[in-house]
């Protein structure tokens, strides 16, 4: 662990996430002080600092796709980098159990990510309660708890894959390039097919006089299901629930105008915390479910591994 | 009082795929003792060596060290042995005492002991005038040196040493071979030695064995290998004129 926090790397990637932490709650912190002037205060208003988007992006999407790269740079060379420098062989002809070598490289990594995700929560909730004014409520707090749970072990789960591929290739280069070609494939290529593959399945042609109606909605099935599978998906779904419990739907799907779209994707009143914590647990085992099943994998080929070739 | 075995082994095998690596390996090896295993490149000493420690389950046969089996019992083993492998590696961004420091609470070796060691052992092996500099600017034969030192942290009972004088210079080699041979007087450690610098092996070592391909054609003290394969009218031999012996012969 001592290894994470004095390394360069580890600096760089925590100042940037800091840095566009802090602008995106300057801008929409200041948004929000424009927008609730004279308004009696709506309920949850502490939430927004996090998920309204401002003028770029809002702080949740921020981590949903460059969180991934904390764990991939934090676990890309955390094997074969000891392989190289021939400590590896060093650590394993020591009275430790082989396992607690991996177990350690994978904690040390999910308390680092815990403590950065943490650390940058509490600077941007101190910033927004300067900018607006607003003390969080029992509810948002506890909310902001869940979803720091959610983001640690999103997180683990690429630190999981990046710790994977260094366990199976020898050289740290390769592993880096390994889990950014899975990172990218999943944040853009998974929508993208997800897209291709409805179009092909549930092809809706624009061009016919009506479109069927359940033509429409297995389409919008096939995408959904589709891009289920990646795990930006999931976060995305389970964050925006919980951050945002006014939304009344996980799904884009809505047939209508842009206002009736606005007053039907969202409740009147917020969705309890209960209710919302009911809609993401399913989400929330997935991603628990990836990453003990990602972490199984690169610990049985570990252990598997001859020490010659260590 | 009869002399502790310390290594006992029987009918050692290692298969890989289907190569052998190690054929029906049987040695034993006392206390106190030196033993220097010799052989060419690829004879499976290193191969050996692993089984010893546990870090390579073999094949078929049975070891004892220290009266532990090494694929049962790993950690008992490595508990009370020192290893040096042939490459030594280190943590290059840390000094020479922050290296150990780490070896040793490996070993639950608590600080305030090994504080007193790790300066001991540096040193006896005339690495204390450079401990503060990072392990990264270390010549090669600095490193072997600071290898020797952190197999010593644990003062084990037995310590393997794959090519020990690998990269030192001529005064760096006597010294190491002064301290190896004191280990095993002073110390009564019992040091296994795998070389294949034979004049070395012949100043410090009270058996030696020779392996070639795998097999273990030759075992015991120097002078009787002597006697048996270059006669007993010879009076000047070298350990390097026996092994040529057994080499040309297998």
Redesign the interface.
């Known amino acids: 662990m001592e290894d994470h926090f004095s390394s360069i790397r580890f600096l760089l990637i925590s100042a940037l996430i800091v840095m566009v932490g802090v602008i995106i709650t300057s801008m929409v912190g200041m948004g929000i002080q424009e927008e609730s002037k004279g308004m009696a205060k709506p309920t949850l208003l502490f939430l927004w600092l996090f998920t309204s988007t401002g003028k770029l992006f809002s702080f949740v999407q921020f981590i949903g796709f460059f969180g991934p790269l904390i764990g991939i740079f934090l676990g890309f060379d955390s094997i074969n980098r ?1 392989r190289v ?13 082989r396992d607690s070598i991996i177990n350690a490289k994978f904690l040390s990594g999910v308390t680092v990510i815990a403590i950065v995700l943490v650390a940058i929560v509490l600077i941007i909730s101190g910033l927004g309660i300067r900018l607006i004014g607003v003390v969080p409520g029992a509810e948002e707090v506890w909310r902001l708890v869940i979803y720091l749970i959610i983001s640690v072990l999103y997180i683990s789960f690429w630190l999981g894959i990046s710790i994977l591929f260094s366990v199976t290739f020898k050289s740290t280069a390769t592993s880096a390039l390994a889990s950014l070609a899975i990172w990218i494939f999943f944040s853009f290529f998974v929508s993208l097919g997800a897209g291709f593959l409805a179009d092909a399945m549930a092809p809706i042609s624009q061009s016919s006089t009506g479109i069927d109606p359940e033509l429409i909605i297995k389409h919008e099935q096939v995408q959904r299901i589709t891009s289920l599978f990646s795990p930006m998906t999931l976060y995305g779904n389970a964050t925006n629930t919980i951050l945002d419990p006014m939304r009344k739907t996980t799904q884009s799907l809505i047939l209508m105008g842009p206002l009736e779209r606005l007053s039907l994707s969202r409740f009147q009143n917020p969705l309890p915390l209960i209710q919302s914590l009911f809609i993401v647990v399913p989400y929330l085992i997935s991603i628990v479910a990836i990453t003990v099943l990602c972490f199984g994998i690169c610990y049985l080929v570990f252990m598997r591994q ?3 070739t260590i | 009082m009869e002399e502790q075995i310390i290594i006992e082994a029987e009918g050692l095998t290692k298969k890989y795929d289907s190569q052998i690596a190690v054929n029906n390996l049987t040695l034993r090896i006392q206390q106190g003792e030196v033993f220097g295993f010799l052989g060419p490149n690829g004879a499976g000493k290193t191969t050996t060596l692993l089984m010893f420690l546990g870090l390579t389950e073999p094949t078929s046969g049975k070891v004892r060290i220290l009266g532990f089996d090494p694929t049962r019992d790993p950690l008992h083993v490595k508990e009370k042995v020192g290893f040096l492998p042939e490459n030594v590696g280190f943590y290059d961004d840390m000094d020479a005492r922050q290296n150990l420091r780490y070896v040793a609470r490996l070993n639950r070796i608590p600080d305030k002991i090994s504080t007193q060691r790790i300066d001991h052992w540096l040193e006896t092996v005339g690495l204390l005038e450079e401990v503060e500099k990072k392990v990264g600017t270390y010549s090669k034969g600095m490193r072997q040196r600071l290898g020797i030192a952190e197999a010593l942290v644990k003062e084990p009972k037995l310590i393997f040493l794959d090519e020990p004088t690998i990269g030192l210079d001529p005064d760096g080699t006597n010294r190491m071979l002064d301290l190896i041979h004191s280990l095993s007087r002073e110390k009564n450690m019992t040091i296994f030695l795998s070389s294949h610098l034979l004049d070395q092996v012949q100043r410090i070592c009270d058996r030696v064995g020779i392996m070639i391909k795998g097999d273990l054609v030759a075992i015991g003290p120097i002078e009787e290998l002597a006697k048996k394969k270059l006669g007993l009218d010879k009076e000047h031999y070298t350990l390097e004129e026996i092994y040529m012996k057994y080499f040309k012969e297998a």
Do not use: A, F, G, N
């Open positions: 000891e420098s021939r400590t590896l062989t060093k650590l394993v002809s020591q009275p430790i159990y001859e020490v010659r």
